[in-house]
C-alpha cells in the first residue's frame, strides 16, 4: 500500500509540497468585561428574583440606561440605577456602569384572572408586570364584529384592542360514503387532550326469518300404544331372565305436567314385574336405557293392560312411542315450534336441555298444521314422545336448530353457481368460526367444519367468476335431517356494513328487546388486517362490550335473533391520540385517504397547528360537512404575543373560548410583597452565578451587609469570580456609629458610604437619598472608569450631601473618617462634591491592596482574569509542551494587565507541573493610586540689579 500523509485536516498520497497557515501567535484574547454592578433593591414593576414565569427572568441585566424605567415602574432600583449609569461629572470618570444585573428582592406578584365558560375555567390572563398597580389592568371579552371575539385590555391611559379573533376554520371533515351499507350514523369529534375520534353506528332487524331451521321428527306412533293407563304407576318386566341390569324409563303425564320415570329391571330376574313410583295419567312413551336380551312390556299396575311392548331387543325405542334423534339437536336457547301435515289435537312430549343445559320436558298440544311454539326454551332436544299421535301424522320441529357436530352442505339449483359462500357459526365448543366453501353447481358441497350453530351464511360471490348466485342455494345438515334455510338473497342473516373502521377499539351491541339473550357474531378484521370473528351475546337491553379490537368491522352474523328485534352495533372508526398524531395535518393525512372520507386542511397554519391547541368540538354528525375551530388558541396568541400588558395561557382542561364579558374584569392578586432578610439572602445567592465586579444593596440594614461581604468572600475564594461591595450606612448616622459600623464589617471587600446625596430623581423633581443610594453612585464611578482608576478626589453627579454636621464634618474630621474606614464626600466650595478618599473598612493594618478601593478592584480583576486564562490548561496532556504552552499564555495575560494599566509590572514567574498539578508562582504589583503629594520648597536668596 503506497505511503501518504495527514496534513492540514486531510490526508494525502498525492506527491507534492503542502502548506498550512498558523496564526495562533498572532492571535490576543480581550480581557474580560468590567463595570458590571449587581445591584439588589426594592422596586414597583419589574420582575422579582422569585419569579417562576417562564417569559421573565430573575435577573435584569440593563446596559442601556433608558431600559430602567421600562423595566422598573417606581422604587428604589429605579431611582439607584438611573443614578448608577450617571454617577459623575468628572473628566477622569468618562462614563457611568457600564452594565447593571437588577435583582428585585421585593416578592411581588403578577395579576391574573380566570375566565369561564360553560363547561369550566378557559383561559388565565395574566399582566406581564408585577405588583399591586397590575390589579388595575381590565380585560373585556365580547362577540366580534363578523367573527370570533373582540377583545379590549385596558391599564390607566393605555389601551389594546383586537377584533374578530379566532373565527377562523382550521380544518374540515366529511364522512360522505355513497356505499349501500355504510354506518348509519358518523361523529367526528375533537378534544385538545384525547385527539380526533370518529365513532359510528350501525342498526339491523333480526333475521330469524332466513333461517328454515327445519327438522322432521317423523309420523306418529299411536300404533306403538296398545291401551292407555289405567291411572296409577307402571309395571315393567321382561321375557328374558337375564335381563336385569337395564333401566326403562316412562314419559308421561303425572300431576298436571310431563314427567319421566327410571325404572330398573328385576336385578335377580328379569321375568319378575317390577312397578314404578310415579303415578300417571298419561304415558305417551317409553325407552330401554340399553338393550335387552328379551322384549320388555310396559302394563299398567292397576288393572294390568298392556301398554307398550319393546319388541325389538337389539333397538332402544322401536315399539315405545318415542322418536328419538341420532344426536342432540343443538337450540341456541330458544323456544321451538312444532307442527303436523295434517289435522291433530293429541299431545306429545319434548325430551331435552333448557338454556341452562338442565334436562326439560315439555308437553305439547299439537293444532294440526298451524305452528304450535313451546313455553320453554331450549339448548338442546333429544327427540320426542309420540306414542298418542296419529301414525298418519308427520311432525316437523322448527327454531334456530342444528345437528349439533354435524358439518353443512351447501348446494344450488343453478348449474352455472361456481363461486364461494361463507359460513359463520360456533363450532362444537362453542368458539366463533368460518368456513368457506367452493359452490360446485347443482352438486351438493359437504364442508368439512363440525358446528353447534349457523349464524349466517354469505352466498354474495357464490355465483360465477364470484358474483351474486344465479339460483337458489340450499343449506343442510349434511349427515342430519336438518335444513337450514333456502337462500336467494346476497346475504343471509348478515348485517352488511361497508366504509365502517374498527379504529383499533371494541365493538359494542345492544337490542331493543329486553328477552334477547341470543349468540351473534361480528366480522371484520383485527388489528393488523387478518380477518376475525367474535361470538358476543345479547343481553337484552343491557350494551354488551367485546374484547376483540378491530380495524374495520364487515357485518354481524343475526341469523338467530328474531326479525322484530333491531340491534344496534356500534364503535369506533378511529381515535387519533395527541400522543400519535400532535398536530392537525397528520390528522388531516390520516383522515383524508380513508374510503368514505373527505378532510382538508382550511387555516393557512393548519398543518402545523397542535391538536393539543383546538377547542373542544363534542361528537358531531359528520355526515355533513364539520369545521372546526381554535379560537381560544387564538386568544391566547393574539395576548401573548401582541399585548404589552398582558399574557395568556390556557387554562387546565379548557374545552374552548371564555364567555362574553358583561363589563370589564379587572385581574386580581398583584401584591408588591414585604421583604425580609430572607430575600436579600436569596437574592444574593442567586448573583453567584452572575459575573459582577460590584455588589450594591439598597438597605442600609446591618444584617443585610454581613451577607454582602459573607457573599463576596465565598466569590473571592470557592465561588471564583471576585467582586467587591459598596454598602451606605444609615442617614444622619452620628460618627460613633458609622466608626462601629466600619469596625464591625472590617473588610477589604466592602466599603460604607455615609452621606445622603440630593438629585433630581426620575420624575424630575429634587431628592434626599440615603447613603445606599450614595453607594450605587460610587459603584457607578468606578463601573464607568477604567479598571485600578482611584475615585479619590473625584467629583460626583449631585445637587447637595447631607450628613451629620451636628456630629461630625468632613472639612474638620477627615482624618477620622478616613481612618474608621468610612467613604465621605467632600464639598469644594465653588466646585462640587468630591470623594474624600476611596478607602475600604478594612482596618486590621494599613496595606493599600486591602485598604484602597481601587487597589483591590485592580487585585479582584487581575486574580480573576488571570485565573480564567490559566484554566484552558485544565484537560490538556501532562507534558513538556503543555507547561510552554502555559507559560506563554501566563505572559501573554500578565502583559495584557500591565498593558491595560490593572498592574504595573511582574516577575519570578515559575510553573511546575508534578503528577496531575499545576502550579504556577508570579509575582505581580497592582496600580496604586497617589494619594499624598509632598512638596518641598527651597527657599534661596535673589540678587535684583538695575542696568540703565
Known sequence: MATGIYFNGRTTYTPGSYTEV??????????????????????????????????????????????????????????????????????????????????????????????????????????????????????????GTNSGKAITVVFEDQTESWDDIGGDVIFTAHYNSVLADNADTMTLAVHNVNGVTALWTKTHTGQFD????????????????????????????????????????????????????????????????????????????????????????????????????LDTPANLYTGGGFRAFSESIEIAGEVLNIVADGAEATDCIIVGTNESDVAQLEEVTLNGTTMVPTTGSWNSVSGVAVGLVAAARTLTLSGRIFDTGDVVTLVSDAAGDTGTAV???????????????????????????????????????????????????????????VSIGVFTSA???????????????????????AADDQDILIIGTAVGGAAQVENLTLNGVTPVVGTALWESVTGMAILHVANGSTLTLSGTAFALTVASYPTLGEVVAYIEPLSGWVASEVAGDAGAFLVAEMDNAAAADVTSLLSFYAELQRIVDILTNESILVKATRSAAATGTPDNTAVPVFLVGGIEGVTGFANWQAALDLLRDERCNTIVVLSTDAAVHAAVVAHCVYMAGAGRSERDCILGEASAATLAALQTAARNLNTRHARLAIQDIEVFNTSGVREQ???????????????????????????????????????????????????????????VPNVGFRWLRNITTYLIDDNLAYTEGSVNEAVNFATFEFRQRMETAVGKKG??????????????????????EVITNWQNLVLELTDDVMSVDVEIAPIIPVNFVQSTLHLVSSTLSLTA
Open 491 to 513: 346475504i343471509n342473516g348478515i348485517s352488511d356494513l361497508d366504509d365502517v373502521l374498527g379504529g383499533g377499539a371494541a365493538v359494542t351491541v345492544v337490542s331493543d328487546a
Open 210 to 309: 332466513d333461517y328454515d331451521g327445519n327438522m322432521a321428527v317423523g309420523t306418529g306412533l299411536d300404533s306403538d300404544a296398545d291401551n292407555a293407563i289405567t291411572p296409577g304407576t307402571a309395571t315393567i318386566v321382561s321375557s328374558d331372565a337375564g335381563d336385569t341390569t337395564q333401566s326403562i324409563i316412562v314419559y308421561g303425564i303425572s300431576g298436571g305436567v310431563a314427567a319421566s320415570e327410571t325404572i330398573a329391571l328385576n336385578g335377580a330376574d328379569g321375568t319378575t314385574p317390577v312397578a314404578g313410583a310415579t303415578s300417571w295419567t298419561e304415558v305417551h312413551a317409553v325407552v330401554k336405557s340399553a338393550v335387552t336380551v328379551g322384549n320388555i312390556t310396559v302394563t299398567s299396575t292397576v288393572g294390568g293392560l298392556t301398554m307398550f311392548v
Open 423 to 481: 359460513i359463520y357459526g360456533l363450532d362444537g365448543g362453542g368458539l366463533a368460526q368460518t368456513e368457506t366453501l367452493t359452490m360446485t353447481g347443482t352438486g351438493p358441497v359437504n364442508g368439512t367444519a363440525t358446528w353447534s350453530e349457523v349464524h349466517g351464511i354469505d352466498v354474495s360471490a357464490a355465483g360465477a367468476a364470484g358474483a351474486a348466485p344465479a339460483g337458489s342455494i340450499t343449506a343442510s345438515a349434511a349427515t342430519g335431517s
Open 769 to 827: 437619598f440615603d447613603p445606599s443610594f450614595t453607594a450605587a453612585l460610587a459603584a457607578g464611578m468606578q463601573s464607568g472608569s477604567s479598571v485600578g482608576e482611584s475615585l479619590t478626589f473625584k467629583f460626583l453627579n449631585v445637587l447637595d450631601i447631607v450628613g451629620n454636621d451636628t456630629s461630625y464634618t468632613v472639612q474638620d474630621d477627615s482624618d477620622a473618617l478616613i481612618q474608621a474606614g468610612l467613604l465621605a464626600i467632600q464639598k
Open 22 to 143: 498558523d496564526a495562533s501567535g498572532l492571535a490576543r484574547v480581550a480581557l474580560g468585561a468590567t463595570g458590571i454592578i449587581g445591584m439588589i433593591g426594592e422596586a414597583e414593576g419589574g420582575a422579582p428574583y422569585t419569579t417562576t414565569d417562564a417569559d421573565d427572568v430573575t435577573v435584569h441585566p440593563i446596559t442601556n440606561p433608558s431600559k430602567v424605567a421600562k423595566t422598573f415602574r417606581s422604587g428604589d432600583l429605579l431611582e439607584a440605577g438611573t443614578i448608577a449609569f450617571n454617577p459623575s461629572k468628572d473628566p477622569l470618570i468618562p462614563g457611568g456602569a457600564q452594565e447593571i444585573k437588577f435583582a428585585k428582592v421585593n416578592p411581588a406578584t403578577q395579576s391574573t384572572y380566570t375566565f369561564t365558560n360553560v363547561d369550566g375555567n378557559a383561559l388565565v390572563v395574566t399582566s406581564r408586570n408585577y405588583g399591586l398597580f397590575t390589579t388595575q389592568v381590565s380585560v373585556d371579552f365580547s362577540a
Open 879 to 900: 507534558f513538556a509542551g503543555t507547561l510552554n504552552a502555559a507559560m506563554a499564555v501566563a505572559i501573554g495575560i500578565l502583559g495584557q494587565l500591565v498593558t491595560e
